[in-house]
């Protein structure tokens, strides 16, 4: 069973940063992609960034020049450096892990809140 605890988020004005950070922690698997998503109120789930096990990086288009995805193999973590912080970007930003054990899965952290205020 893998575990996700997320850290970072919160209230920031426009133009400002915040830095998420999420740990993937269990035994016996192997990480196939890890990165963020986000979802505001009314909208689906979208990709933010992510890692691929071959270390690719995809980006959103409205995030691309703005946040920078990093990781930290050996603790199995994530950072997602947020610049340049727009309201737009208000959601409740989720990590997500998929990992193979004996079948691929993919897990989900309990999400944290950011918000920019204009």
């Known amino acids: 069973q893998v575990q996700l605890v997320e850290s970072g988020g919160g209230l920031v004005q426009a133009g400002g940063s915040l830095r998420l950070s999420c740990t993937a922690s269990?035994?016996?698997?192997?990480?196939?992609?890890m990165g963020w998503y986000r979802q505001a109120s009314t909208l689906q789930r979208e990709l933010v960034a992510s890692f691929s096990a071959d270390g690719g990086t995809k980006y959103a288009d409205s995030v691309e020049d703005r946040f920078t995805i990093s990781r930290d193999n050996a603790k199995n973590t994530v950072h997602l450096q947020m610049n340049n912080l727009k309201p737009e970007d208000t959601a409740v930003y989720y990590c997500?892990?998929?990992?193979?054990?004996?079948?691929?899965?993919?897990?989900w952290g309990q999400g944290t809140q950011v918000t920019v205020s204009s």
């Open positions: 269990g035994s016996g698997f192997t990480i196939k992609s």
């Open positions: 997500n892990c998929k990992v193979w054990t004996t079948y691929l899965q993919n897990n």
